[in-house]
């Protein structure tokens, strides 16, 4: 409905989806095809070591309905900090499955850190930057997410929402 009523802009259906303790996504995957794309986020047990973290998100972005992994550190600042991952591994995972990695713009996430724009560049892993709203006022917060792709001297050829519509549709469509 959204898109007959606003044809001149494009929009795209997706959902956020939670990353379990073993890797697998809360939602069978025949459900999730359903959607343009697929946000997989971690939201509980943040207490694995590295390997076990490591390995659980790497089955999400194998996942074929992933298409973004969502606050990937899950850290807090000045709240919690960021679990133990293997940021070499998850972003050539990332590169080599084309799942975008999410700088979360929110003032309290920030999140992935702009010191692993060297690792993404290197592997060409791409990012969204989203501003994680959940109301109006929240879209604002964009702005924190691109200082941050800007600090990590991220091209804009490796972050999603600075590509075209039809540029974005055509990524969305490989998977």
Known sequence: KAQDKFPDIRVFWGIESDILADGALDYPVAELKKFDFVIASVHSRFQMDGEQMTERMLKAIRNPATRFVGHLTGRLLLG????????????????EHDVAIEINAHPSRLDIDWRHGP???????RVSVNPDAHEIEG??????GIAVARK???????????????????WLARK
């Open 80 to 95: 919690r900090k960021g679990y133990a991952l293997d940021m070499e591994r998850i972003a050539r995972a990332c590169a």
């Open 119 to 125: 690792l993404l560049r290197a592997w060409g892993t």
């Open 139 to 144: 879209l604002k917060d964009v702005e924190h």
């Open 152 to 170: 990590a001297l991220l091209p804009k050829s490796l972050v999603v929402n600075a590509q075209s519509a039809k540029e974005v549709a055509a």
